[in-house]
C-alpha cells in the first residue's frame, strides 16, 4: 500500500487516509498530514467522484463508515493519526455514505454537532472518505 492508503486489520478494509480534494503530505517533523481543502460533494457527485478515482475505491456502506469511528477519542471522530486532517466541526462536515436514497435526500453519517445518521439533500455538499476491498 502506498502512504495515502491505510489498511484495517480488523475488517480487511483499505481507506484514503485524506477526504477528497485534501492530500496527504509530510510535516517538517515527519507526520502525515491532509492538506488543502475537502471538496463538498453531493450523493450523485460523491458517487462520480469514487468512479473517477478508480481501481475499486467506492463510497463506503454504513456498516464500513462506524468501523473506524475511534470512541476512545474525546476530540475526534476517527483516529486523527491514522487519519490526518480529518474536517470536523463545520456544520456541512458529513460522512457521506450511501445507504439509502430517496429523491430528494441521502442518508450520511455525521460528524457534528453529535455523531449519528443524518439525512442531507442529495445536491448538499458532504465530505467524502473512499473505501475498497485491498487490490493485493
Given at each position: 500500500?502506498?502512504?495515502?492508503?491505510?489498511?484495517d486489520?480488523?475488517?480487511?478494509?483499505?481507506?484514503?487516509r485524506?477526504?477528497e480534494g485534501?492530500?496527504?503530505?509530510?510535516?517538517?517533523s515527519?507526520a502525515l498530514e491532509?492538506?488543502?481543502?475537502p471538496?463538498?460533494l453531493g450523493?450523485?457527485?460523491?458517487?462520480a467522484?469514487a468512479?473517477k478515482?478508480?481501481?475499486g475505491?467506492?463510497?463506503?456502506n454504513?456498516?464500513e463508515?462506524?468501523?473506524?469511528?475511534?470512541?476512545?477519542?474525546?476530540?475526534?471522530?476517527?483516529?486523527?493519526v491514522?487519519?490526518?486532517g480529518?474536517p470536523?466541526?463545520?456544520?456541512n462536515t458529513f460522512?457521506a455514505?450511501?445507504?439509502?436514497?430517496?429523491?430528494?435526500?441521502?442518508?450520511?453519517?455525521?460528524?457534528?454537532p453529535d455523531l449519528g445518521v443524518?439525512?442531507?439533500?442529495?445536491?448538499g455538499?458532504?465530505?467524502?472518505?473512499?473505501?475498497?476491498?485491498?487490490?493485493?
Open positions: 500500500a502506498t502512504p495515502d492508503v491505510v489498511y486489520t480488523r475488517t480487511g478494509l483499505e481507506w484514503r485524506c477526504v485534501m492530500t496527504l503530505t509530510t510535516s517538517t515527519g491532509c492538506t488543502g481543502n471538496t463538498p450523493q450523485e457527485a460523491a458517487l467522484q468512479t478515482v478508480g481501481n475505491w467506492r463510497l463506503p454504513v456498516k463508515a462506524f468501523s473506524i469511528i475511534d470512541r476512545n477519542s474525546a476530540n475526534s471522530v476517527v483516529d486523527a491514522v487519519f490526518p480529518t470536523i466541526g463545520a456544520l460522512f455514505v450511501h445507504l439509502q436514497w430517496t429523491s430528494s435526500s441521502s442518508y450520511v453519517i455525521r460528524y457534528v443524518a439525512t442531507t439533500s442529495r445536491s455538499g458532504g465530505t467524502v472518505r473512499l473505501v475498497r476491498t485491498p487490490q493485493f
